[in-house]
């Protein structure tokens, strides 16, 4: 079955202790990218991946890093939470060829509170 | 920059009506797409429609239609003959074809289908 795989889908930590939200595909997909919902503001683009060794900053990517060392992983890092990175969390991939809608597959989300 | 606008934070609909959820967007790039994505209480975010902004006709899904102004620059969904399972957190989003691909979306419109 194509599906996104986000881990963990839950998960209530403390200000300062790191922590990493994992993201797998498996449709061999080069475009991956990370999403941030909070209330009243939709979803906002956190960090995304082209391709393997390809990251770049979205809209919020402050607090945040990336990795992209394999196409089916793209792991989302919080070296230090603060409280104002409690939200839920989106994994996002899709192709990047032309012939494509550019239709993103999500993952189920994860639900990160930083207390 | 693009942008999406939805103006509607909340809309009620009885059963087995059609409503219509709008969305306007603003971009300046010359190819894209538009996406509606449909978010349940669970928290998934599930693909709804799409239109090429260069796509002729508008595009239907089963019950779902998307009503593209590309002069007026909105991208309505009308869903047909409404269901309680409809109930749900809607996203109007598009994404450009150049630069960095991201996914813009809106602030959503809170869809309750009534008995």
């Known amino acids: 079955e194509a599906q996104v795989t986000q881990n963990p889908r839950y998960l209530i930590t403390v200000t300062g202790k790191k922590l990493t939200v994992t993201c797998s595909q498996n449709m061999n997909h080069e475009y991956m990218s990370w999403y941030r919902q909070d209330p009243g503001l939709g979803l906002r683009q956190i960090y995304y991946?082209?391709?393997?060794?390809?990251?770049d900053k979205g809209d919020v990517p402050e607090g945040y890093k990336v990795s992209r060392k394999e196409k089916r992983n793209f792991p989302l890092i919080l070296e230090s939470p603060s409280p104002n990175q409690t939200s839920l969390y989106f994994c996002?991939?899709?192709?990047?060829?032309?012939?494509?809608?550019?239709?993103?597959?999500f993952g189920e989300g994860s639900r990160l509170t930083v207390l | 920059a693009q942008k999406i606008t939805q103006t509607q934070p909340g809309m009620f609909v009885q059963e087995k009506e059609a409503v219509t959820l709008d969305c306007t967007y603003d971009t300046s790039d010359p190819s894209y797409g538009l996406f509606w994505y449909k978010q349940p209480s669970s928290g998934e975010m599930i693909f709804l429609i799409y239109q090429g902004s260069y796509d002729q006709q508008n595009a239907t899904e089963g019950r779902y239609s998307l009503n593209f102004q590309k002069a007026r620059k909105s991208a309505n969904l009308v869903i047909s003959a409404s269901q309680l399972g409809d109930s749900a957190m809607y996203f109007c989003a598009m994404r450009s074809f150049t630069g960095r691909r991201a996914l813009t979306f809106g602030s959503g419109t809170r869809l309750q289908v009534q008995p």
């Open positions: 996002a991939s899709s192709y990047d060829r032309a012939e494509d809608t550019g239709e993103l597959f």
């Open positions: 991946s082209m391709n393997v060794e390809v990251t």
